[in-house]
């Protein structure tokens, strides 16, 4: 996967594992519930392994899909539902703008941080080389926005910018010592910033200019200072991300669910969200063209995690992934979807994936 993201020749396209996609066919391999895997490190790491054994995908990913770890650190309270992710209920900041409510992260023993940063070296134990690994960091956009609450955090954007400002700067620090602890494993290939806040549906450029983009860029920075041989990859799932934004980044990789809609339409006459989410009418994937200037940057994606692998046939998911793959021609490409696949997704549909990318091997 890392010669893929590189653009160095492989035998085969890559196929990216996003989260804990398909959990209701992984967490029966290793006999837990989501409660109990998800507070050993050592199920941790064999759930990830599991799930590669069972789909055929070549990555595996520390933490899973909870969004909430660094949040937990900051102070706030999660609830663990039997069979999902923690979830929020009480959050510091979500009654008053006051700094002072927040703690400030040790990763060594804050909430989860450290069962994340064991787990990590647990799964390098265990799968060596076999499996590209990836660490996931929520941006600091989105971990403020747990720790106020997103609609008063973006209330805050126009009535508060000092607060906005100050809040920012704390989670940024946190999360980014959290972050050197995760590249001090020396477990993690590549790290996944989780970045879906960055869209025309929350916020307009200037506060994208303003707030996100500086902070997060800082993390970025401190990352490639600390372990410049480790990929960099963006995530982001929205339907309308800032695109030529996170094309600037010091990163390596997007992994994304749409491209810049409003540019497709425009250039090409075609309607990419509609035909997108249409089963296998998405054909002619715009998104996945190269870029003519700057830095190279490999596309992660974007079968649709939806519609096509909770609904369609297998043929259908397999067709699909192909149109994808074909699309994305002479770029530096690794196959996946958009975000995280349905828990209850059929297994035959999520096995269609690793078909497509073996197909001619």
């Not at 506060?207 to 982001?236: F, G, K």
């Not at 094309?247 to 997108?276: K, M, P, Q």
């Amino acid at each position: 996967m890392r010669r893929a993201l590189r653009g160095e020749p492989t035998d085969r396209p890559a196929l990216a594992y996003l989260f804990l996609g398909g959990a209701h066919h992984v967490l029966p391999r290793v006999g837990r519930r989501m409660i109990e895997a998800y507070g050993d490190p050592h199920l941790m790491a064999a759930t990830q392994a599991a799930a590669a054994e069972l789909f055929g995908h070549d990555s595996a990913m520390q933490p899973w899909g909870c969004l909430t770890v660094e949040a937990e650190a900051f102070g706030c309270r999660i609830e663990r539902p039997d069979d999902y992710y923690p979830q929020i209920v009480e959050r510091p900041l979500a009654e008053e703008p006051n700094l002072a409510k927040l703690r400030d992260p040790d990763p060594s023993s804050s909430g989860r941080m450290p069962l994340v940063l064991d787990a990590l070296t647990r799964l390098r134990e265990r799968s060596g080389d076999d499996l590209f690994i990836m660490a996931m960091v929520v941006s600091p956009f989105l971990v403020a926005a747990e720790v106020r609450g997103m609609t008063a955090l973006l209330t805050d954007f126009i009535s508060d910018p000092p607060f906005t400002e100050a809040l920012f700067d704390r989670v940024t620090e946190g999360t980014e010592r959290y972050l050197q602890a995760i590249l001090r494993t020396g477990a993690c290939d590549a790290v996944l910033f989780e970045n879906a806040g960055a869209c025309r549906e929350l916020m307009g450029p200037h506060h994208l200019a303003r707030y996100v983009l500086p902070h997060h860029q800082r993390l970025l920075a401190a990352a490639r200072l600390a372990a410049p041989d480790v990929l960099l990859i963006e995530h982001n799932c929205s339907e309308t991300p800032y695109f030529e934004e996170i094309l600037e980044l010091d990163i390596d990789a997007v992994s994304f669910a749409y491209g810049d809609v409003r540019a497709i339409r425009a250039e090409h006459n075609w309607d990419c969200r509609t035909a997108h989410t249409s089963i296998n009418a998405c054909l002619d994937r715009f998104c996945l063209r190269p870029r003519d200037s700057g830095r190279p940057k490999a596309w992660i994606g974007n079968v649709d995690h939806t519609k096509v692998l909770l609904r369609a046939s297998p043929g259908e998911v397999f067709r699909e992934a192909r149109a994808c793959i074909e699309s994305a021609q002479s770029a530096n490409f690794v196959l996946s979807t958009g975000c995280e696949i349905p828990f209850k997704a059929p297994l035959e549909n999520i096995q269609a994936l690793a078909r497509a990318v073996r197909a001619g091997c």
